[in-house]
């Protein structure tokens, strides 16, 4: 049984995601602030989190970012603010989908479950364990999901080890910013493509020599990138 995490302030509304999730053979833990929200995620073990943006002693933001650092589970955030800018950041943090309230606890078990089976099949085990992409010192392992550059590890977040295997794994090919989002988030863009960007300068910031004049993600402007060869 899938095990998921629910840090969310009001009780009414956690209750309510519990009950939706919980008919749907989940096993399900609230956590009603941030810090103990934070903390249990980090001791125990839980198959994707529902993380509230507005929070008591720290915010949906915080707690993603330094999650991102150890966790490489679903994180769906959930919040009544709907700006763009909300959304991009908490994607551009790590965060898997935002979900404005108010919405709809089937919607809530649909994402929920889509995501968990996107995450499954990323992170299969039956993966062989000699799938490594290697190219110009750059070393990306799909299996264990690590990357190298000249034999030094560098730490890249889910989603941006997402886009980087997706644009290794299709060398030469170009992806346009919307594929891209909707090949790794596993959503329509609408719109959200400009996460896709801040993914991209992260990325390029941690495997690159020089980012503005990148070795092995190309930009073709108007257009999208590609993984050079």
Known sequence: MKKILIVEDDISIAELERD????????????????????RAKKEKFDLI???LMLPEMDGFQICKELRDTLDIPILMVSAKGEGIDKIRGLGLGADDYITKPFSPNELVARVKAHLKRYERLTNKDRKENEIIEMNGLSIDAYSRRVYVNNKEVNLASKEFDVLLLLASNPNRV?????????VWGLDSLGDVSTVTVHIRRIREKIEYDTSQPTYIE????????FKI
Do not use: A, H, P
């Open 20 to 39: 939706y999730l919980e008919i749907n053979g989940f096993s399900v833990e609230i956590e009603n602030t941030g810090i103990k929200g934070m903390n």
């Open 50 to 52: 529902i993380l509230d």
């Open 219 to 226: 930009t073709l402007w108007g257009v999208g990138y590609r």
């Open 175 to 183: 992806f346009s910013k919307e594929e891209i989002f909707e090949r």
